[in-house]
């Protein structure tokens, strides 16, 4: 089954305490994305990767990393999670140039809640 | 920059009537993708509807259709003969076409209530 796995689903966590949050696809996909999600601010983009080793800012980077060293996983970092951190957490996938027609593909989702 | 924007926060509609969602982007690209996306209680992200930028006519997927007006910069959502299971948040989103431009936007979302 084509799909985007991301774990954990639910994540409580202290300041400070590094964590990675897991997402790998088995479509090939060269592009995949991650998103956040706040009450009245919709989604917004973190970091995105066009294919393995690029990767590039969003609209809202900082405090975290990423990393594209393979194809199928795009792991996002927090080396300092802080409070204001607390979202939903959205990994996308799709295939790039003329597939551009083609929807993201999304993982279930992380909660992460910094405390 | 790309911005999409959702003027209606929430909505609700009565069971097996009409409703329509709103949703205006700029860009100052030529080639682009207009995308709906909803978010049930479960938190999933399921495609609704999508729209090619360059095809004039409208896309339907049954119940759902667009009125995508180009030169507007609009592209809203109708739901016919809404059911109860419509109710979700909606999120309009923009895509341009290839390159590293190629970044899905979001507007803030609508969060639309079917009343029984």
């Known amino acids: 089954e084509a799909q985007v796995t991301q774990n954990p689903r639910y994540l409580i966590t202290v300041t400070g305490k590094k964590l990675t949050v897991t997402c790998s696809q088995n479509?090939?996909?060269?592009?995949m994305s991650w998103y956040r999600q706040d009450p009245g601010l919709g989604l917004r983009q973190i970091y995105y990767?066009?294919?393995?080793?690029?990767?590039d800012k969003g609209d809202v980077p900082e405090g975290y990393k990423v990393s594209r060293k393979e194809k199928r996983n795009f792991p996002l970092i927090l080396e300092s999670p802080s409070p204001n951190q607390t979202s939903l957490y959205f990994c996308?996938?799709?295939?790039?140039?003329?597939?551009?027609?083609?929807?993201?593909?999304f993982g279930n989702g992380t909660r992460l809640t910094v405390t | 920059a790309q911005t999409v924007t959702q003027s209606q926060p929430e909505m609700s509609v009565q069971e097996a009537e009409t409703v329509t969602l709103s949703c205006t982007y700029d860009?100052?690209?030529?080639?682009?993708?207009l995308f709906w996306y909803k978010q049930p209680p479960s938190r999933q992200m399921i495609l609704v509807i999508r729209?090619?930028?360059?095809?004039?006519q409208n896309a339907t997927e049954n119940r759902f259709s667009v009125n995508f007006q180009k030169a507007a910069k609009s592209f809203s959502l109708k739901i016919s003969d809404s059911q109860l299971g419509d109710t979700a948040m909606y999120f309009c989103?923009?895509?341009?076409?290839?390159?590293?431009?190629?970044?899905?936007?979001f507007g803030k979302g609508t969060k639309l209530s079917v009343k029984p």
């Open positions: 479509m090939n996909h060269e592009y």
């Open positions: 996308a996938s799709s295939p790039v140039g003329g597939d551009f027609w083609s929807p993201l593909h």
């Open positions: 989103a923009f895509r341009n076409y290839g390159g590293s431009q190629g970044n899905l936007i």
């Open positions: 729209q090619e930028a360059y095809k004039q």
């Open positions: 860009t100052s690209e030529n080639n682009y993708y």
């Open positions: 990767s066009m294919n393995v080793e690029v990767t």
